[in-house]
């Protein structure tokens, strides 16, 4: 080959390089991390005797294997407080080796190892009772406390979910004479909120397990 057909092709091929390059430069930038715990509801709001069905979804969110995950969901503090509501969790299936429900509590425990970025998800779903108060102001309302271990088992991390657990109970029953169909007015007030003896005890359940 000719030296200068050689130049040719060295040139050539530093144009192709330099074209190429702004676009493995400007790649997008990755997107944000997923939530660790996502939960959704099958619809906004339910009536007395149907179901509502929660898929809940755990995300691993950091960069080496989740060893060990653990959720539970339980009511609020406002909607526990008021009796008129009535309900119960009928059923737990999913990606777990421990999918429990117990009235008004559910307890779970994922399929693990779970790989950076991977999910398992599990479906909870409870009836709302036939003669279940229902009506302007209430709502049942859960909250779900997820803790797991990574790195090892040698890290770990928790939090409290309770985006997507809020379904009003609408269409009430007719009411008795002299009683109010909307929830009581101490618990319409109160915040749903998690109290820190509820978040205590629910790491206080956690450390019974792992030991």
Known sequence: MRPTTRRRLGLSGLLALGIGLPGLVQQPASAAAAPAMTITADKPSATPGSTVTLTMTFTNDQTTNTQF????????????????????????TGEAVQCDVNGQTGVVRYNVPVIPGATRTVKLTYTIAADSACGPSR??????????????GQAKKDGVYTTGTDVACATPPAPEAGVRADRPA??????????????????????????
Not at 139 to 152: A, N
Not at 186 to 211: F, G, P, S
């Open 139 to 152: 709502r049942i309302d859960l909250y779900s406390y997820v803790y797991y271990e990574y790195q090892g």
């Open 69 to 92: 995950v653990y959720q539970s969901i339980q009511p609020t503090w406002a909607t526990s407080q008021d009796p008129g509501l009535k309900y119960t969790f009928k059923s737990c």
């Open 186 to 211: 101490k618990a319409a007030k109160a915040a749903d909120v998690v109290t820190a003896q509820q978040l205590q005890e629910q790491r206080r359940q956690v450390a019974a397990i792992r030991h």
